[in-house]
Protein backbone atom coordinates (compact mmCIF):
# COMPACT_ATOMS: atom_id res chain seq x y z
CA UNK A 1 0.00 0.00 0.00
CA UNK A 2 0.93 3.32 -0.75
CA UNK A 3 2.09 5.75 2.68
CA UNK A 4 2.30 9.20 2.28
CA UNK A 5 4.17 10.88 5.26
CA UNK A 6 2.62 14.64 5.47
CA UNK A 7 3.57 14.97 8.79
CA UNK A 8 4.89 18.76 9.36
CA UNK A 9 3.81 19.66 6.12
CA UNK A 10 1.28 22.94 6.02
CA UNK A 11 -1.21 23.41 3.32
CA UNK A 12 -1.22 22.97 0.16
CA UNK A 13 1.71 20.32 0.33
CA UNK A 14 -0.29 17.42 1.95
CA UNK A 15 -2.94 17.27 -0.52
CA UNK A 16 -0.63 18.04 -3.44
CA UNK A 17 1.47 14.53 -1.93
CA UNK A 18 -2.47 12.98 -2.04
CA UNK A 19 -2.83 14.02 -5.30
CA UNK A 20 0.45 12.49 -6.67
CA UNK A 21 0.29 9.50 -4.85
CA UNK A 22 -3.79 8.95 -6.12
CA UNK A 23 -2.42 10.21 -9.64
CA UNK A 24 -1.88 6.07 -10.79
CA UNK A 25 -5.34 5.32 -8.73
CA UNK A 26 -4.32 2.94 -6.07
CA UNK A 27 -6.73 0.50 -4.58
CA UNK A 28 -5.74 1.71 -0.68
CA UNK A 29 -3.45 4.52 0.32
CA UNK A 30 -2.57 6.29 3.44
CA UNK A 31 -1.45 9.90 4.12
CA UNK A 32 -0.22 10.23 7.81
CA UNK A 33 -0.96 13.75 9.09
CA UNK A 34 -0.65 15.90 12.33
CA UNK A 35 -2.71 18.73 11.78
CA UNK A 36 -6.30 19.55 11.44
CA UNK A 37 -6.24 21.62 8.34
CA UNK A 38 -4.35 18.72 6.66
CA UNK A 39 -6.58 15.97 7.81
CA UNK A 40 -9.56 18.27 6.12
CA UNK A 41 -8.32 19.30 3.12
CA UNK A 42 -6.95 16.02 2.47
CA UNK A 43 -9.98 13.69 2.95
CA UNK A 44 -12.30 16.72 0.89
CA UNK A 45 -9.76 16.03 -1.54
CA UNK A 46 -9.93 12.29 -1.72
CA UNK A 47 -13.67 11.99 -1.38
CA UNK A 48 -13.69 14.39 -4.67
CA UNK A 49 -11.44 11.65 -6.06
CA UNK A 50 -13.47 9.13 -5.50
CA UNK A 51 -12.21 7.34 -2.45
CA UNK A 52 -13.66 6.15 1.16
CA UNK A 53 -12.35 7.64 4.60
CA UNK A 54 -11.56 6.13 7.42
CA UNK A 55 -9.58 8.40 9.95
CA UNK A 56 -7.51 7.15 13.25
CA UNK A 57 -5.97 8.41 15.72
CA UNK A 58 -2.71 7.54 17.17
CA UNK A 59 -0.15 9.67 19.30
CA UNK A 60 -1.03 12.77 17.55
CA UNK A 61 -0.61 11.50 14.40
CA UNK A 62 -3.87 11.14 12.08
CA UNK A 63 -3.85 8.06 9.98
CA UNK A 64 -6.36 8.69 7.02
CA UNK A 65 -7.00 5.61 5.02
CA UNK A 66 -8.51 6.03 1.67
CA UNK A 67 -10.51 2.78 -0.33
CA UNK A 68 -11.18 3.72 -3.98
CA UNK A 69 -15.50 3.59 -4.09
CA UNK B 1 -22.87 16.54 1.42
CA UNK B 2 -20.26 17.49 4.25
CA UNK B 3 -18.46 19.37 1.40
CA UNK B 4 -21.77 21.30 0.63
CA UNK B 5 -21.73 21.85 4.49
CA UNK B 6 -17.99 23.18 4.15
CA UNK B 7 -19.38 25.42 1.70
CA UNK B 8 -22.14 26.91 3.27
CA UNK B 9 -19.86 27.28 6.61
CA UNK B 10 -17.75 29.16 4.61
CA UNK B 11 -19.71 31.48 2.86
CA UNK B 12 -21.67 31.76 5.90
CA UNK B 13 -18.52 32.55 7.93
CA UNK B 14 -17.51 35.51 4.69
CA UNK B 15 -21.20 37.00 4.96
CA UNK B 16 -20.49 37.35 9.09
CA UNK B 17 -16.92 39.04 7.97
CA UNK B 18 -18.24 41.50 5.36
CA UNK B 19 -20.77 42.94 7.90
CA UNK B 20 -17.99 43.11 10.34
CA UNK B 21 -16.30 44.77 7.74
CA UNK B 22 -19.31 46.86 6.25
CA UNK B 23 -20.07 48.01 9.79
CA UNK B 24 -16.73 48.93 10.89
CA UNK B 25 -16.84 51.37 8.19
CA UNK B 26 -20.04 52.80 9.27
CA UNK B 27 -18.88 52.93 12.70
CA UNK B 28 -16.03 54.99 12.13
CA UNK B 29 -12.94 53.26 10.09
CA UNK B 30 -12.12 54.55 6.32
CA UNK B 31 -14.51 53.84 3.49
CA UNK B 32 -13.90 50.52 1.93
CA UNK B 33 -11.11 49.91 4.50
CA UNK B 34 -13.43 48.25 7.11
CA UNK B 35 -10.87 45.48 7.64
CA UNK B 36 -7.86 45.40 5.80
CA UNK B 37 -4.65 43.21 7.48
CA UNK B 38 -1.90 45.45 5.63
CA UNK B 39 -3.73 48.89 6.38
CA UNK B 40 -3.90 47.96 9.71
CA UNK B 41 -0.41 46.35 10.14
CA UNK B 42 1.03 49.44 8.93
CA UNK B 43 -1.19 51.65 11.23
CA UNK B 44 0.15 49.60 14.25
CA UNK B 45 3.93 49.92 12.89
CA UNK B 46 2.89 54.02 12.76
CA UNK B 47 1.69 53.70 16.59
CA UNK B 48 4.89 52.04 17.44
CA UNK B 49 6.73 54.61 15.85
CA UNK B 50 8.36 52.11 13.72
CA UNK B 51 8.14 54.86 11.04
CA UNK B 52 6.80 58.34 10.73
CA UNK B 53 3.73 58.64 8.15
CA UNK B 54 1.72 61.30 10.42
CA UNK B 55 -1.47 60.09 8.68
CA UNK B 56 -1.27 56.03 9.02
CA UNK B 57 -0.80 55.96 12.86
CA UNK B 58 -3.46 53.55 15.24
CA UNK B 59 -3.23 50.90 17.34
CA UNK B 60 -6.06 49.15 15.65
CA UNK B 61 -7.56 46.27 18.02
CA UNK B 62 -9.11 44.61 14.74
CA UNK B 63 -5.90 43.07 14.84
CA UNK B 64 -5.14 41.83 18.17
CA UNK B 65 -8.82 40.71 18.48
CA UNK B 66 -8.34 38.87 15.16
CA UNK B 67 -5.27 36.93 16.97
CA UNK B 68 -6.42 36.05 20.28
CA UNK B 69 -10.23 35.11 18.52
CA UNK B 70 -8.25 32.48 16.57
CA UNK B 71 -6.33 31.80 20.17
CA UNK B 72 -9.06 31.20 22.43
CA UNK B 73 -11.58 29.11 19.47
CA UNK B 74 -8.73 26.97 19.02
CA UNK B 75 -7.63 26.48 22.78
CA UNK B 76 -11.49 25.62 23.31
CA UNK B 77 -11.28 23.53 20.39
CA UNK B 78 -8.14 21.79 21.29
CA UNK B 79 -6.70 22.91 18.19
CA UNK B 80 -4.18 25.30 19.53
CA UNK B 81 -0.65 23.64 18.69
CA UNK B 82 2.89 25.38 18.98
CA UNK B 83 4.41 24.51 16.26
CA UNK B 84 7.33 25.87 14.05
CA UNK B 85 10.94 25.84 12.65
CA UNK B 86 9.94 25.68 8.72
CA UNK B 87 12.00 28.51 6.92
CA UNK B 88 11.54 31.27 9.36
CA UNK B 89 13.65 33.70 8.20
CA UNK B 90 12.68 32.91 4.84
CA UNK B 91 8.77 33.58 5.70
CA UNK B 92 9.76 36.48 7.53
CA UNK B 93 11.62 38.06 4.20
CA UNK B 94 8.29 36.69 2.04
CA UNK B 95 6.11 38.38 5.29
CA UNK B 96 8.30 41.67 4.20
CA UNK B 97 7.75 41.64 0.66
CA UNK B 98 3.54 40.36 0.87
CA UNK B 99 3.75 43.65 2.54
CA UNK B 100 4.96 45.48 0.16
CA UNK B 101 3.02 44.80 -2.64
CA UNK B 102 0.06 45.32 -0.59
CA UNK B 103 1.13 48.60 0.05
CA UNK B 104 1.92 49.66 -3.30
CA UNK B 105 -1.70 48.59 -4.30
CA UNK B 106 -2.55 50.02 -0.94
CA UNK B 107 -4.71 47.14 0.25
CA UNK B 108 -4.33 43.25 1.46
CA UNK B 109 -6.71 40.84 -0.56
CA UNK B 110 -9.04 41.49 2.10
CA UNK B 111 -8.93 45.45 1.33
CA UNK B 112 -9.27 44.38 -2.52
CA UNK B 113 -12.23 42.51 -1.74
CA UNK B 114 -13.86 45.16 0.15
CA UNK B 115 -12.70 47.57 -3.01
CA UNK B 116 -14.29 45.72 -5.88
CA UNK B 117 -17.66 45.59 -3.63
CA UNK B 118 -17.45 48.96 -3.82
CA UNK B 119 -17.25 49.58 -7.21
CA UNK B 120 -13.49 50.51 -7.20
CA UNK B 121 -12.44 49.40 -10.52
CA UNK B 122 -8.73 49.53 -9.91
CA UNK B 123 -9.07 46.33 -7.35
CA UNK B 124 -10.20 44.59 -10.49
CA UNK B 125 -6.73 44.96 -11.74
CA UNK B 126 -5.28 44.09 -8.06
CA UNK B 127 -7.52 41.12 -8.62
CA UNK B 128 -6.04 40.11 -12.02
CA UNK B 129 -2.54 40.50 -10.80
CA UNK B 130 -3.40 38.54 -7.35
CA UNK B 131 -4.44 36.17 -9.49
CA UNK B 132 -1.26 35.76 -12.33
CA UNK B 133 0.61 35.49 -8.58
CA UNK B 134 -1.12 32.39 -7.74
CA UNK B 135 -0.65 30.89 -10.73
CA UNK B 136 3.18 31.08 -10.71
CA UNK B 137 3.07 29.93 -7.04
CA UNK B 138 0.75 27.22 -7.99
CA UNK B 139 3.14 26.05 -10.91
CA UNK B 140 6.22 26.30 -8.22
CA UNK B 141 4.08 24.21 -6.15
CA UNK B 142 3.66 21.77 -8.66
CA UNK B 143 7.29 21.76 -9.67
CA UNK B 144 8.15 20.83 -5.94
CA UNK B 145 8.23 24.31 -4.16
CA UNK B 146 8.37 24.01 0.09
CA UNK B 147 9.54 25.35 2.76
CA UNK B 148 10.15 22.22 4.59
CA UNK B 149 8.68 20.55 7.74
CA UNK B 150 7.67 22.23 11.00
CA UNK B 151 8.00 20.95 14.22
CA UNK B 152 6.71 21.11 17.22
CA UNK B 153 7.57 23.87 20.26
CA UNK B 154 7.13 24.62 23.76
CA UNK B 155 4.11 26.15 24.91
CA UNK B 156 5.68 29.56 25.81
CA UNK B 157 6.71 29.99 22.44
CA UNK B 158 3.38 28.85 20.95
CA UNK B 159 1.85 31.63 23.57
CA UNK B 160 4.63 34.59 22.56
CA UNK B 161 2.56 36.00 19.52
CA UNK B 162 -0.91 36.14 21.40
CA UNK B 163 0.56 37.36 24.37
CA UNK B 164 2.12 40.45 22.72
CA UNK B 165 -1.52 41.01 21.45
CA UNK B 166 -2.42 41.61 25.21
CA UNK B 167 0.23 43.58 26.07
CA UNK B 168 -0.38 45.68 23.06
CA UNK B 169 -3.93 46.43 23.86
CA UNK B 170 -2.68 46.97 27.79
CA UNK B 171 -0.66 49.47 26.45
CA UNK B 172 -3.77 51.23 24.33
CA UNK B 173 -6.29 50.98 26.79
CA UNK B 174 -4.09 52.14 30.03
CA UNK B 175 -0.71 53.91 28.66
CA UNK B 176 -2.21 55.20 25.31
CA UNK B 177 0.64 58.05 25.79
CA UNK B 178 3.44 55.85 24.59
CA UNK B 179 1.52 55.56 21.63
CA UNK B 180 1.80 57.75 18.43
CA UNK B 181 -2.02 58.61 17.07
CA UNK B 182 -2.79 60.32 13.65
CA UNK B 183 -4.80 63.45 14.04
CA UNK B 184 -5.57 63.63 10.57
CA UNK B 185 -5.96 60.51 8.07
CA UNK B 186 -7.01 56.92 7.76
CA UNK B 187 -5.56 56.44 10.93
CA UNK B 188 -7.44 58.81 12.50
CA UNK B 189 -10.32 57.40 11.37
CA UNK B 190 -11.99 54.69 13.86
CA UNK B 191 -14.46 52.78 15.25
CA UNK B 192 -14.14 52.81 19.06
CA UNK B 193 -12.26 50.43 20.50
CA UNK B 194 -14.43 47.97 22.21
CA UNK B 195 -16.17 47.86 18.72
CA UNK B 196 -13.22 46.99 16.91
CA UNK B 197 -11.78 44.59 19.16
CA UNK B 198 -15.04 42.99 19.23
CA UNK B 199 -15.52 42.55 15.35
CA UNK B 200 -11.93 40.99 15.49
CA UNK B 201 -12.60 38.54 17.91
CA UNK B 202 -15.40 37.75 16.01
CA UNK B 203 -13.78 37.50 12.57
CA UNK B 204 -10.36 35.90 14.43
CA UNK B 205 -13.28 33.05 15.49
CA UNK B 206 -14.70 32.22 12.34
CA UNK B 207 -11.87 32.79 10.50
CA UNK B 208 -10.12 30.14 12.41
CA UNK B 209 -13.29 27.58 12.69
CA UNK B 210 -13.52 27.49 8.44
CA UNK B 211 -9.69 28.11 7.61
CA UNK B 212 -10.57 30.42 5.73
CA UNK B 213 -8.13 32.42 3.37
CA UNK B 214 -7.98 34.97 0.11
CA UNK B 215 -5.68 33.43 -1.57
CA UNK B 216 -6.36 29.65 -0.72
CA UNK B 217 -9.50 29.70 -2.55
CA UNK B 218 -8.00 31.06 -5.82
CA UNK B 219 -4.85 28.22 -5.45
CA UNK B 220 -7.22 25.01 -4.65
CA UNK B 221 -9.03 26.24 -7.34
CA UNK B 222 -5.99 25.93 -10.02
CA UNK B 223 -4.52 23.12 -7.72
CA UNK B 224 -7.40 20.78 -7.33
CA UNK B 225 -10.21 22.06 -8.70
CA UNK B 226 -11.81 22.59 -5.22
CA UNK B 227 -13.69 25.41 -4.94
CA UNK B 228 -14.57 25.25 -1.55
CA UNK B 229 -12.15 28.36 0.14
CA UNK B 230 -13.55 29.97 -2.56
CA UNK B 231 -17.19 30.66 -1.13
CA UNK B 232 -15.58 32.10 1.98
CA UNK B 233 -13.98 35.01 -0.33
CA UNK B 234 -17.62 35.00 -2.34
CA UNK B 235 -19.61 35.34 0.82
CA UNK B 236 -17.76 38.54 1.93
CA UNK B 237 -17.88 40.24 -1.67
CA UNK B 238 -21.44 39.66 -1.73
CA UNK B 239 -22.60 40.73 1.12
CA UNK B 240 -20.79 44.13 1.23
CA UNK B 241 -21.58 44.53 -2.81
CA UNK B 242 -25.40 44.02 -1.54
CA UNK B 243 -24.77 45.93 1.60
CA UNK B 244 -23.41 48.93 -0.14
CA UNK B 245 -25.83 48.82 -3.12
CA UNK B 246 -29.07 49.06 -0.22
CA UNK B 247 -27.54 52.11 1.41
CA UNK B 248 -26.51 53.76 -1.81
CA UNK B 249 -22.34 53.43 -1.25
CA UNK B 250 -20.92 51.77 -4.50
CA UNK B 251 -19.56 53.98 -6.94
CA UNK B 252 -18.37 52.44 -10.36
CA UNK B 253 -15.20 53.83 -11.90
CA UNK B 254 -11.62 54.16 -11.50
CA UNK B 255 -11.05 58.05 -10.27
CA UNK B 256 -11.78 59.44 -6.96
CA UNK B 257 -12.20 56.14 -5.56
CA UNK B 258 -11.21 56.16 -1.65
CA UNK B 259 -7.78 55.55 -0.51
CA UNK B 260 -6.19 54.08 -3.94
CA UNK B 261 -4.81 55.20 -7.17
CA UNK B 262 -4.74 54.51 -10.62
CA UNK B 263 -1.19 53.17 -11.29
CA UNK B 264 -2.79 50.46 -13.14
CA UNK B 265 0.93 48.32 -14.09
CA UNK B 266 2.04 49.19 -10.66
CA UNK B 267 -1.53 47.76 -9.15
CA UNK B 268 -1.12 44.60 -11.04
CA UNK B 269 2.15 44.06 -9.78
CA UNK B 270 1.86 44.83 -6.33
CA UNK B 271 -0.56 42.08 -6.07
CA UNK B 272 0.89 39.69 -8.15
CA UNK B 273 3.94 40.11 -5.46
CA UNK B 274 1.29 39.88 -2.64
CA UNK B 275 0.02 36.36 -4.42
CA UNK B 276 3.04 35.01 -5.28
CA UNK B 277 4.17 35.56 -1.69
CA UNK B 278 0.74 34.52 -0.04
CA UNK B 279 1.19 31.06 -1.90
CA UNK B 280 5.01 30.57 -0.94
CA UNK B 281 3.61 31.50 2.83
CA UNK B 282 0.80 28.96 2.43
CA UNK B 283 -1.72 31.96 3.50
CA UNK B 284 -3.19 35.12 2.49
CA UNK B 285 -2.29 37.86 5.52
CA UNK B 286 -5.22 37.53 7.45
CA UNK B 287 -4.32 33.77 7.37
CA UNK B 288 -1.18 34.11 8.66
CA UNK B 289 -2.34 36.20 11.84
CA UNK B 290 -5.16 32.84 12.32
CA UNK B 291 -2.38 30.73 12.78
CA UNK B 292 0.07 32.51 14.22
CA UNK B 293 -2.71 32.56 16.67
CA UNK B 294 -3.09 28.83 16.82
CA UNK B 295 0.75 28.62 17.85
CA UNK B 296 2.64 28.46 14.59
CA UNK B 297 5.47 30.76 15.01
CA UNK B 298 6.72 30.49 11.45
CA UNK B 299 3.29 32.47 10.94
CA UNK B 300 4.17 34.81 14.14
CA UNK B 301 7.21 35.41 12.59
CA UNK B 302 5.55 36.07 9.03
CA UNK B 303 3.21 38.93 10.86
CA UNK B 304 6.87 40.25 12.46
CA UNK B 305 8.27 40.72 8.93
CA UNK B 306 4.99 42.18 7.78
CA UNK B 307 5.44 44.68 10.78
CA UNK B 308 8.94 45.08 8.86
CA UNK B 309 7.81 45.90 5.24
CA UNK B 310 4.59 48.07 6.53
CA UNK B 311 8.09 50.12 8.15
CA UNK B 312 10.08 49.80 5.39
CA UNK B 313 7.30 50.78 3.27
CA UNK B 314 6.71 54.47 4.96
CA UNK B 315 9.92 54.95 5.84
CA UNK B 316 11.40 54.55 2.27
CA UNK B 317 8.93 56.15 0.58
CA UNK B 318 7.86 52.61 -1.51
CA UNK B 319 3.70 53.07 -0.51
CA UNK B 320 1.30 53.95 -3.06
CA UNK B 321 0.39 56.94 -2.66
CA UNK B 322 -3.92 57.66 -2.79
CA UNK B 323 -5.05 59.63 -5.43
CA UNK B 324 -1.47 60.07 -7.38
CA UNK B 325 0.57 56.12 -7.69
CA UNK B 326 3.25 54.15 -6.77
CA UNK B 327 7.12 56.09 -6.35
CA UNK B 328 9.72 54.90 -8.52
CA UNK B 329 11.33 53.29 -4.99
CA UNK B 330 8.67 51.84 -4.31
CA UNK B 331 8.08 49.80 -7.68
CA UNK B 332 11.88 48.96 -7.64
CA UNK B 333 11.22 47.26 -4.17
CA UNK B 334 7.91 45.44 -5.87
CA UNK B 335 10.43 43.80 -8.57
CA UNK B 336 13.11 43.10 -6.43
CA UNK B 337 10.07 41.11 -4.34
CA UNK B 338 9.13 39.16 -7.70
CA UNK B 339 12.87 38.83 -8.32
CA UNK B 340 13.18 37.50 -4.28
CA UNK B 341 10.13 35.14 -4.64
CA UNK B 342 11.29 33.38 -8.15
CA UNK B 343 14.56 32.85 -7.18
CA UNK B 344 13.88 31.87 -3.56
CA UNK B 345 11.53 29.20 -5.61
CA UNK B 346 13.88 27.86 -8.18
CA UNK B 347 16.15 27.23 -5.42
CA UNK B 348 13.77 25.02 -3.37
CA UNK B 349 12.52 23.49 -6.43
CA UNK B 350 16.07 22.42 -7.15
CA UNK B 351 17.01 21.40 -3.82
CA UNK B 352 13.45 19.52 -3.67
CA UNK B 353 14.79 17.33 -7.29
CA UNK B 354 18.05 16.25 -5.21
Known amino acids: MIIVDAKGLSCPQPVIETKKALASRPEEAAVIVDNIAARENVSRYANAMGYDIDVSFDNGQTRILLKRR | ?354
Open chain 2, 1 to 354: MEKRNEKIRLAAAGAAIGLCAFALALLGNPANMGFCIACFVRDIAGSLRMHQASAVQYMRPEIIGLVLGAFIISLIRGEFKPRGGSSPMLRLILGFFVMIGALAFLGCPLRMVIRLAGGDLNALVGLAGFIAGIATGVLFLNKGYSLGKYYSQSSAEGVAMPAVQIVLLVILIAFPSLLAFSGKGPGSMHAAIAVSLAAGLAVGAAAQRTRMCMAGGIRDAMLFGDWTLFYGTAGIFLTILIANLISGKVSLGFSGQPVAHSDHIWNFLGMMLTGLASVMLGGCPMRQLILAGEGNTDSALTVVGMLLGASAAHNFNLAGIAGKGVPSAGRIAVLAGLAFCIALALVKIKEARR
